[in-house]
């Protein structure tokens, strides 16, 4: 079993929906969680970080995250074809290293 | 957000050459990674530093080796390449005081092609 597991999708939404995107991992320590958005060809831009229980709002972005379902995800509302890309979870495990998953490539459809 | 600097940022290289690739970071951070990752594929941690003189192997073996003399300075060497080194690498940074949340920023990469 993979220490972080992503659909790799390719997620496709209309442009306007809610785009939901989910992440698993296997360590119970863990302690903080991560979503980066990656565009083609770029590197990995820090978007949403969340340590707690619960919904955390930026934006159209929402974390969320339960820790006894070793769950956490990320919700964009009114997607934009701006924001098709792929979107890693990454996870503090407490070795002060991420482990990343393999990410979840969203298309927005105009 | 750190500013972290990445040079070249594509190279092409015959094999058997040796090549550094550069990472600054003008933020004063400890922590510095150095993940590859191929096209379409995930991130894997080659290498990392907690600070001036402390360098340690990531979860992928890797043949490069990394160096850090100075805070802001964390270069990788590939003493001698080969088409399997073929990959994008890049370089992160962490904010310190938040060794518990670890968040990392980026560098823009380098996109490297050994022949």
């Known amino acids: 079993q993979k220490e972080v597991e992503q659909n790799s999708g390719p997620l496709s939404v209309p442009e306007g929906a809610i785009a939901s995107l989910n992440c698993t991992y296997s360590d119970r320590v863990s302690q903080s969680f991560f979503w980066y958005r990656q565009y083609s060809g770029k590197s990995p831009e820090l978007i949403m970080s969340i340590y707690s229980n619960g919904d955390k709002e930026d934006g159209r972005f929402t974390a969320q995250l339960n820790k006894a379902s070793q769950y956490v995800s990320l919700l964009i509302r009114d997607s934009q074809p701006s924001d098709s890309a792929t979107y890693l979870c990454a996870v503090n495990t407490g070795f002060q290293k991420l482990v990343f998953g393999t990410g979840t490539r969203l298309l927005v459809s105009p | ?115």
Request: proline fraction near 5%.
């Open chain 2, 1 to 115: 957000e750190a500013d972290i600097y990445q040079t070249p940022r594509y190279l092409v290289i015959g094999t058997g050459k040796k090549i550094t690739l550069e990472c600054s970071q003008t933020m004063g951070h400890d922590k510095m990674y150095w993940y590859q990752q191929d096209p379409g594929m995930e991130l894997h941690l080659i290498h990392y530093s907690y600070g001036v003189n402390s360098t340690e192997k990531g979860d992928l073996s890797s043949e490069s080796t990394v160096s850090r003399i100075r805070t802001e300075h964390f270069p990788l060497t590939l003493e001698s390449a080969r088409p399997s080194h073929t990959s994008q690498y890049l370089c992160a940074s962490s904010v310190p005081g938040t060794e518990l949340f670890l968040e990392q920023f980026f560098g823009p990469g380098t996109r490297l092609t050994v022949l």
